[in-house]
DNA sequence: TGGGTCCCATGCGACTCCTGATCGTCGAGG
DNA sequence: CCTCGACGATCAGGAGTCGCATGGGACCCA
C-alpha cells in the first residue's frame, strides 16, 4: 500500500512518514500543493493524507482538481483547528473524511486503515501485475506464470516495494529505509542478499541492476 | 464481531455487556460521549450502541460527529424515556435503530442481530462457503462437509474473522484487536493457541501459516 | 463441586535473518 | 584494448526469532 502525504509543516510530515512506514506503507511526502497534485496524479497511491493549509494550492484545491481528473483515490483531509474546515465543501470536494488537529497518531493510523479497508470492501484489488509477474500484496501471494513462488517475509517486503515503484530506479537505501527500521545501521549488503534471493526464487532478470545507483523493476516484457 | 457501547448508567452498561459478550460479541464499554466518539473513531467497531442522555457529548451529537468523520458502523440509540426521542433528529444524524428504555434484553439483542445482518445484506450473505468449509455468521454454526463443528465462543470469533477476509493474510495484531476486547493487553500466543484449535477441530491445512506476517485462510485451489 | 472455556507459561523445533568472506563483473582511464 | 579499482553477487554458518504443542490454573455457570 502506497501513501502520499501533502504536509507543509515538515516535523509533523516527517514524524507521520516514520510512523506509517513502521506499520509496513510505502509514504511519500510533498510539502506544496502543487508538487502533490501533481504526485497524486502521476503515480498511484492507495491514499492520500492532505493538509488543508498548503502553500501553493490548499488541500481544497487539490482534492477537488484530483476528482475533476477522475481519480478516485481515498482522501484523508487534515485541518488546522477546529472551524477552520468546512465540511460541506470538504464534500463537496470529494474528501473521504477528515482530522482536525491535534490529533493523536493512533487516531490517524486507525482512520487509514478504515479507509483503506472501506475500499477494499468496495471491490478493489490489491493485486499488481507486471508482465508474468502477479504479486498479492493482502494474500501476501506472489506468482510467476503460473506457479506460485514462496517468499519469506523479507523477500517479499523487498519485492513489494520494488513493485510498488516498477520501472523507476529505487536506491538501496531507499529499500532499507522502507523494509527495515529506519534506524537500522546495518550493511547495504543486506539488500544485496535479498535481491540475490529474489532472482533465485523468481527470475533473474526481473530485478535490473543499476550500477551506483540501485535496483529497477522490469515493467515491459 | 465487536460492540461498543456508550452508556452512563453504569448498572446497565454492566449488564448488557456481559449478555452480549455471552453471545459471543467483544463488548467494550465507555461511560461518556467525548470517550464514545474517541473510541468509535480510533477502533474497528462492527456497532454501537449509543445512549442519547450523556454527559460530555450528548448523543446526537456523536452520531452526527461519526458520520461527519465518513464512518458508517451501525449504530443504534437507546433513549430514556419514551418522547425524549425525536425521531426526525435521530434518523437526521444517521442513527440505524432506537430502542425506548424500559426494553428487555431478548429485544435488544434481536436488534442488534438484525442491524449487523443488515449490514451483511448490504453486502455479503451471512453463509460463507469456502471448498468445503461452510460458516454461518448469523446462526454461528460451522459445517466441514456434512459434518457439524462444535466451537468455543472465542474459537468461531476468530474463524468468522478469517472467513471475512478470506484468501488474504490476517496478521495476529489484528485478530487481536478485532476479536478481543480493548482492555485485553495479552500477547499474541493466545491467537496461536486459538488457532490450533481450529485445525484440530477441523482440518490442519484450512488456515495457512505466513510466517512473520500472520495467517490465511485458503479459499479454494 | 464439577465441567467447560479461556488464558498463560514453558520448552522444543524449525526456519529466517544477518554477518563476513570470497568471488565475479563493470567501466573508466591510461 | 588492457588494467585496476570499486561495486555487486553469492555462499555458508551461527544466532536469534517465530510458531506450535501441551499442561495447568483462574474463572464462570450449572
Same mark, same amino acid.
Given at each position: 500500500?502506497?501513501?502520499? $502525504?501533502?504536509?507543509?509543516?515538515?516535523?509533523?510530515?516527517?514524524?507521520?512518514?516514520? %510512523?506509517?512506514?513502521?506499520? %509496513?506503507?510505502?509514504?511519500?511526502?510533498?510539502?506544496?500543493?502543487?508538487? %502533490?497534485?501533481?504526485?497524486?496524479?502521476?503515480?498511484?497511491?492507495?491514499?492520500?493524507?492532505?493538509?488543508?493549509?498548503?502553500?501553493?494550492?490548499?488541500?481544497?484545491?487539490?482534492?477537488?482538481?484530483?476528482?475533476?481528473? +477522475?481519480?478516485?483515490?481515498? $482522501?484523508?483531509?487534515?485541518?488546522? /483547528?477546529?472551524?477552520?474546515?468546512?465540511?460541506?465543501?470538504?464534500?463537496?470536494?470529494?474528501?473521504?473524511?477528515?482530522?482536525?488537529?491535534?490529533?493523536?497518531?493512533?487516531?490517524?493510523?486507525?482512520?487509514? /486503515?478504515?479507509?483503506?479497508?472501506?475500499?477494499?470492501?468496495? %471491490?478493489?484489488?490489491?493485486?499488481?501485475?507486471?508482465?508474468?509477474? !502477479?504479486?498479492?500484496?493482502?494474500?501476501?501471494?506472489?506468482?510467476? +506464470?503460473?506457479?506460485?513462488?514462496?517468499?519469506?517475509? !523479507?523477500?517479499?517486503?523487498?519485492?513489494?516495494?520494488?513493485?510498488?515503484?516498477?520501472?523507476?530506479?529505487?536506491? !538501496?537505501?531507499?529499500?532499507?529505509?522502507?523494509?527495515?527500521?529506519?534506524?537500522?545501521?546495518?550493511?547495504?549488503? $543486506?539488500?544485496?542478499?535479498?535481491?540475490?534471493?529474489?532472482?533465485?526464487?523468481?527470475?533473474?532478470?526481473?530485478?535490473?541492476?543499476?550500477?551506483?545507483?540501485?535496483?529497477?523493476?522490469?515493467?515491459?516484457?
Amino acid at each position: 500500500m502506497r501513501l502520499l $502525504i501533502v504536509e507543509d509543516e515538515k516535523r509533523l510530515a516527517l514524524s507521520l512518514a516514520k %510512523g506509517l512506514t513502521a506499520e %509496513g506503507y510505502a509514504v511519500d511526502v510533498v510539502h506544496d500543493g502543487r508538487e %502533490g497534485l501533481d504526485r497524486a496524479t502521476t503515480e498511484p497511491y492507495d491514499l492520500v493524507i492532505l493538509d488543508i493549509m498548503l502553500p501553493g494550492l490548499n488541500g481544497y484545491r487539490v482534492c477537488a482538481a484530483l476528482r475533476a481528473a +477522475g481519480h478516485d483515490v481515498p $482522501i484523508l483531509m487534515l485541518t488546522a /483547528k477546529d472551524g477552520e474546515y468546512d465540511e460541506a465543501e470538504g464534500l463537496d470536494t470529494g474528501a473521504d473524511d477528515y482530522l482536525t488537529k491535534p490529533f493523536s497518531y493512533v487516531v490517524l493510523v486507525a482512520r487509514v /486503515k478504515a479507509l483503506l479497508r472501506r475500499r477494499r470492501a468496495a %471491490g478493489a484489488s490489491p493485486v499488481h501485475v507486471h508482465g508474468d509477474l !502477479k504479486v498479492d500484496t493482502a494474500a501476501r501471494r506472489v506468482w510467476l +506464470g503460473e506457479e506460485e513462488a514462496e517468499l519469506t517475509a !523479507k523477500e517479499f517486503s523487498v519485492l513489494e516495494h520494488l513493485v510498488l515503484r516498477a520501472g523507476e530506479v529505487v536506491s !538501496k537505501a531507499d529499500i532499507l529505509e522502507h523494509v527495515w527500521d529506519f534506524a537500522y545501521e546495518g550493511d547495504p549488503n $543486506i539488500v544485496e542478499v535479498y535481491v540475490s534471493a529474489l532472482r533465485r526464487k523468481l527470475r533473474a532478470d526481473l530485478i535490473r541492476t543499476v550500477r551506483g545507483a540501485g535496483y529497477r523493476l522490469e515493467t515491459a516484457p
